[in-house]
């Protein structure tokens, strides 16, 4: 079972830390991560606190994120709480505080993207030069020449490629959503749903979908495009109130009908969407 702990909870043991913020674990991450027990993460992201301070919006909440982890061999998903006092350390005094004196990171494991520290000024490259402990810089992996990130996969996402951006996640998108009070509609089995502003939406159209483990029909209507309001056609009665997790596997958010299911490589497949995988 992993464990979600607060930085100023870890208890003093050597790890190998994998460092980033990682929304969705794509296909990129799981490189950077691979051979570590650690992931090292932020909340709120950190693009919410610096910058314009705009937060993209979430391919995948932190128990999601844990989730995915936990199934790729990772014990412990440590947070570091992101706020303008942390956005201004320096990278030599990150690294002393939370590397070498929390963690007791014998590897930390990065890509070549990453940056941390006041302006971002830390790099792997200064990382690797501290020498307390080993750095190992992932391979940057893309799919058809296009570099794997999370930015891409949004943009896909909102565009309605579902197949596309399941290529680059390596699992199916999911979107988080509450199910609406009100009646259910026995003769079409529709259940009213509120997406959840803050996942990456897709535009209006109709999405093949699974939740529970159990395959659907989501329905985003043109009027609905801000507010998140949708329905899915389930055949499995859900309770009002209820807070589900909608997994995206196919759809192209112009068509009537669903696009035939994305097909992933078994490797791939986790969680509730296991069965849908081929
Ligand atoms: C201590 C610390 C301070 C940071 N300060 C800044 C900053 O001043 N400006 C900035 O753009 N990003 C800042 N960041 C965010 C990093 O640029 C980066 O987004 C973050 O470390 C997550 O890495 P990732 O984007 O590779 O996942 C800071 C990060 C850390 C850990
Ligand atoms: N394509 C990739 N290949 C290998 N490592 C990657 C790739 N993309 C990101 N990483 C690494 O994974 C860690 C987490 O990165 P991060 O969360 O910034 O991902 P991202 O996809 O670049 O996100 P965003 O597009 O939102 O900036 C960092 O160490 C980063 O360098």
């Given at each position: 079972m992993i464990a979600i702990i607060s930085l100023d909870r870890v208890r003093p043991r050597e790890r190998r830390v994998a460092a980033g913020?990682?929304?969705?674990?794509h296909i990129g991450h799981r490189s950077t991560i691979k051979g570590c027990d650690t992931v090292l993460t932020f909340d709120p992201h950190p693009r919410a606190v610096v910058g314009t301070a705009v937060a993209p919006k979430h391919l995948s909440t932190l128990a999601h994120r844990a989730e995915i982890l936990e199934s790729l061999g990772v014990r412990e998903l440590v947070v570091i709480d992101f706020n303008k006092s942390r956005s201004r350390q320096t990278p030599d005094a990150f690294t002393q505080e939370?590397?070498?004196?929390?963690?007791?990171?014998t590897h930390v494991h990065v890509g070549a993207s990453f940056r941390f520290g006041f302006k971002a000024a830390g790099t792997p490259e200064s990382l690797a030069a501290d020498g307390r402990f080993a750095v190992r810089v992932a391979r940057t992996v893309s799919v058809d020449g296009e570099v794997v990130s999370s930015t891409r996969i949004r943009e896909l996402i909102e565009r309605g490629d579902v197949s596309r951006a399941a290529s680059l996640l390596g699992s199916f998108p999911e979107v988080v959503a509450t199910i609406a009070p009100g009646e259910r509609c026995q003769a079409t089995t529709r259940t009213a749903v509120r997406l959840s502003t803050s996942s990456c939406l897709p535009v209006p159209g109709r999405y093949g979908c699974v939740v529970n483990g159990v395959a659907g029909v989501l329905t985003i209507p043109e009027a609905e495009r801000l507010v998140g309001g949708a329905t899915i056609d389930h055949p499995v009665s859900l309770p009002a109130g209820a807070l589900i997790r909608i997994q995206l596997?196919?759809?192209?958010?112009?068509?009537?009908r669903p696009a035939p299911p994305v097909v992933l490589p078994a490797e791939f497949c986790h969680g509730p969407g296991r069965q849908s995988c081929s």
């Open positions: 913020f990682f929304d969705g674990i939370v590397f070498v004196d929390a963690l007791r990171a596997t196919s759809g192209s958010g112009v068509s009537q």
